[in-house]
């Protein structure tokens, strides 16, 4: 008998899809990967045309009658869009949607952090009280299932109302076989075109100031001026919500992901130290790729990882003293295979099968 799992898909649709996108296509990804023929995955899409890029996630693609904007604000109420024969009705975000399916059907939401709590200048305030909001109706549905990668997030929502036996822990993945790492080659060409030559130290992900550049970019350079043989900063990414300087630093900008693993495999280190983070995803790729990373302390994804030098991201001088033990590390071929098994659990099958095993 056929399975439906309907999920949301709109955050694809956004100006920047971010870590949120990332996992839309990866739990996609990986529920194609168990190879079920009783398994249908739906994505849910917003009115208005679809992405040419949602084709290639192996699964139907329904468009709801409303505007992304109108569907954020209907889904709690009202399951728009959803296929009546769903039999999981899947938000992957806090957008919804919340209801609708079979009689039967399972409802369940991914939560992914507490930021505008953390960070407040992260969001605006109707964007705030949009997030607390959401938040209470969450806590007040015990029928809906919440899937969760970070043990901290799962407690503070136990604190905020949520129940244990609603809670479900899912690992994230990093694989991503489709796209073929460029060549070192081909690296130290698209560097070169930005001045860089030699080694370099990597930061991946959105500009914005939870992600504590300004403070890297000043540890970095103290770190230089001490000796390390760091080479330039570079950073890959777009930029975020909110001004961020980023002096001498070398800006990349969004590159394409063939590019970016290769950037990741080549970097002599790569740096991740945000204030405050919902899972991190970046470092683990890094590791993924056999690279010495330091992160904070503030980063789930690796925080229990015994491959991170991890750091105080409040302290420049913590996040200077981090660089320098990174340096110290081994980066042969026996130390860089160490740090990719360190992460080899970490695949979107087994995010798909921890969701399946939540959706039971």
Known sequence: ???????????????????????????????????????EVVGLAPRGGVRGDVHDLNMTIVTAGL?????TRVWPYRSVGVPKRSDVVHATSMAGPFAGGSRSAVHSVAMHDLLWRDEPATTTRS????????????????????????????????????????????????????????????????????GVAGPFTLYAGTREPRKNIEVLIRAH???????????PLVLAGSSGWGEVHTDDAVVLGVVE???????????????????????????????????RVVASTTTPSVGANDEVVLVDPFDQASVVDGLGRAMELADDEVARARRRA??????????????????R
């Open 1 to 39: 008998m056929t399975r439906t799992i309907t999920m949301s898909v709109d955050q694809l649709f956004r100006a920047q899809p971010g870590g949120i996108g990332t996992y839309v296509r990866g739990l996609a990804m990986g529920l194609g990967q168990l190879d079920d023929p009783d398994l």
């Open 67 to 71: 505007s992304q904007r109108l569907l």
């Open 127 to 194: 964007g705030a009280r949009f997030h607390e909001s959401r938040l209470r109706l969450l806590a007040r549905r015990g029928d809906i299932r919440v899937f969760t990668s970070s043990p901290t997030l799962a407690a503070r929502l136990v604190d905020d109302g949520f129940t244990p036996d609603r809670l479900h822990r899912v690992r994230l993945g990093v694989d991503d076989d489709a796209v073929e790492p460029a060549s070192t080659i081909e690296v130290t060409t698209h560097l070169a075109r930005h």
């Open 221 to 231: 350079r103290d770190a230089r001026s001490a000796g390390l043989d760091l080479g």
């Open 257 to 291: 992901r063939s590019l970016l693993k290769g950037l990741f495999r080549d970097a002599t280190l790569f740096v991740y130290i945000p204030r405050a983070e919902g899972w991190g995803l970046p470092p683990v790729e890094a590791l993924f790729a056999g690279t």
């Open 342 to 359: 360190s992460v080899d659990e970490l695949t979107w099958r087994n995010c798909a099968l921890d969701h399946v095993a939540g959706w």
